[in-house]
Nanobody, 126 residues
């Protein structure tokens, strides 16, 4: 059983930056591709970014390309989401998730992920 704990959320003004962290325990971190999703009030949970097991493959949803960057440190069992040029529409609860990956690619569908964190709130004020 893998446990995921997110941190780094908070309140920031539009145009600002935040870095989210997600630390895993209870498994071999490099066995998992990692993803970030977000859910705004009244909306579905949406894919944001994902990274392969060893960091060589990354994938982003179009509306964060050029602003967000996903990375991971397998020695620290941690995945990061650097968020720059934040917009009010980025306001949501951000979740990290782990996918017991067999290959080098990543998944964008939430049902493909095996473990989830509790989420961290990101609020961007205008």
């Amino acid at each position: 059983q893998v446990q995921l704990v997110e941190s780094g959320g908070g309140l920031v003004q539009a145009g600002g930056s935040l870095r989210l962290s997600c630390t895993a325990s209870g498994g071999i971190f490099s066995n998992y591709a990692m993803g970030w999703f977000r859910q705004a009030p009244g909306k579905e949970r949406d894919f944001v970014a994902a990274i392969g097991r060893f960091g060589s493959f990354r994938h982003y949803v179009d509306f964060v390309k050029g602003r967000f960057a996903i990375s991971r440190d397998n020695a620290k069992n941690t995945v990061y989401l650097q968020m720059n040029s934040l917009k009010p529409e980025d306001t949501a609860v951000y979740y990290c998730a782990a996918d017991r990956a067999l290959g080098a690619t990543v998944q964008v569908d939430s049902y493909q992920y095996d473990y989830w964190g509790q989420g961290t709130q990101v609020t961007v004020s205008s």
